[in-house]
Structures are given as C-alpha cells and as structure tokens.
C-alpha cells in the first residue's frame, strides 16, 4: 500500500519546539518534491513548507521562516520538519505531501498544539 504516515506531533509550550517526520511506504520518495501544509480550525489548509527531490531547494511560508526547517533522508525514505520558537498560531493539523508527474499523496495529518 503506498502512504505517508506523519509523526511528531504533540503538545508543545510557547517557544518550544517539535520535529515532525514524514515516511512513505510502498514507493520512494527519490524524484518527489515534498510540502509540508497545515490546517488549522476553521481556516483553510495553507503550505509551510516545500523541498525539491534532490534537497538543493527549499521554500517557507513567511510566517515560519527562520523558525522552520526542512530537510529529507532519502536513504531513510523520510521527511523532516523542525519547528522551533513555536508560537500559538502554529497550532493546526500537519500534513505531508509528496508530488511528482501525475502522482499526489498525502498523509492523514499530526497534531501540532502549542499552548501554555
């Protein structure tokens, strides 16, 4: 079965930060551009975060640029995200994404809320 399957999510104090971690099974994630979105209630999902399939390029939101990093192990078939200085607005549902020609997929989401 191909998937994406997020973890790292959780309950986080203003400030603190969290690594969420993005795995595909079933397919490699080799020649596949990956975003990291988030959705938070009530609002639409907006992307954070992109990087190309070789890791040479990445792009941020400007809401969490400086704080966000995003990385890939293609030897692990995995995505990364760091998210550091975590504010209370970056609570949301985050979702990985993997792109390339006709193929989309997506994972099921991890929690991320940041509350004191």
């Known amino acids: 079965q191909l998937q994406l399957v997020e973890s790292g999510g959780g309950l986080v104090q203003p400030g603190g930060s969290l690594r969420l971690s993005c795995a595909a099974s079933g397919f490699t994630l080799d020649n596949y551009a990956i975003a990291w979105f988030r959705q938070a209630p009530g609002k639409e999902r907006e992307g954070v975060s992109c990087?190309?399939?070789?890791?040479?390029?990445?792009n941020y939101a400007d809401s969490v640029k400086g704080r966000f990093t995003i990385s890939r192990d293609n030897a692990k078939n995995t995505i990364s995200l760091q998210m550091s200085s975590l504010k209370p607005e970056d609570t949301a549902v985050y979702y990985c994404?993997?792109?390339?020609?006709?193929?989309?997929?997506w994972g099921q989401g991890t929690q991320v809320t940041v509350s004191s």
């Open positions: 990087i190309s399939s070789s890791g040479g390029s990445t």
């Open positions: 994404n993997a792109r390339f020609v006709f193929n989309d997929y």
